[in-house]
């Protein structure tokens, strides 16, 4: 079975421009995370879905964040306008919440750079 | 102020070696987890404990919860080159949450 997707896996792109960041979560699984880890802060969470809602986006940074979840299989995280301290990378996990475990799944993760 | 504090930071030994790792905290939590993740992957979860006192082996790797259920270590025998990665320890803030809160993490280094 394929685990969770990512894309792309590297992302270099100036200062000002729209970033979109795309998640595909295992199959059956109905929560979805995306956190962002830098070497400073470490590994912290951005925002939850559970069934597609957004339920906590307390760590959201700012306003120039947004994240969707459109449907089951499919997230995605902007960042509008990007800055140079975003770099960092970006992964997405997911779980299936009510399961007979609690695992989070984590995707390869995506490499930002903002120049 | 960090929820959890995972110590040492770096670890570099030779292979065949034993060790432990921290992670602490001055809050209880129903639950830990352990999880390892090699350089370009994303983490993986090890292992979750529950019960304050538990201890839980896999391979050659054991994993202690603290009897009060605030702190845990991790101890590897006969370190292996494929045990090199960041170790990170993470918790639920509350009982019950779906979210994570992690350590910064343990970064173990394994030299043939």
């Known amino acids: 079975d394929a685990g969770v997707i990512q894309s792309p896996r590297h992302e270099v792109t100036e200062m000002g421009q729209e970033v979109t960041l795309r998640c595909k979560p295992i199959?059956?699984?109905?929560?979805l995370f995306w956190y962002r880890q830098t070497m400073m802060r470490g590994l912290e969470l951005l925002i939850y879905f559970n069934n597609n809602v957004p339920i906590d986006d307390s760590g959201m940074p700012e306003d120039r964040f947004s994240a969707k979840m459109p449907n089951a299989s499919f997230s995605t995280l902007k960042i509008q306008p990007s800055e140079p301290r975003d770099s960092a990378v970006y992964f997405c996990?997911?779980?299936?919440?009510?399961?007979?475990?609690?695992?989070?799944?984590f995707g390869p993760g995506t490499r930002l750079t903002v120049l | 102020t960090q929820l959890l504090e995972q110590s040492p930071q770096f670890l570099s030994i030779q292979e065949g070696e034993n060790l432990t790792v921290y992670c602490n905290s001055s809050s209880v939590f129903s639950s830990l987890q352990w999880y390892r993740q090699e350089p370009g992957e994303g983490p993986v979860l090890l292992v979750t404990?529950?019960?304050?006192?538990e201890v839980k082996k896999l391979k050659r790797l054991t994993f202690q919860f603290g009897d009060a259920r605030k702190d845990s270590s991790l101890h590897i025998t006969a370190a292996q080159t494929g045990d090199t990665g960041l170790y990170l320890c993470?918790?639920?803030?509350?009982?019950?949450?779906?979210?994570?809160?992690f350590g910064q993490g343990t970064r173990l280094t394994i030299n043939p």
């Open positions: 993470a918790v639920p803030p509350i009982q019950g949450a779906q979210k994570l809160v």
């Open positions: 404990v529950v019960t304050g006192g």
């Open positions: 996990a997911s779980r299936l919440t009510g399961g007979s475990t609690d695992t989070q799944y």
């Open positions: 199959s059956g699984h109905n929560s």
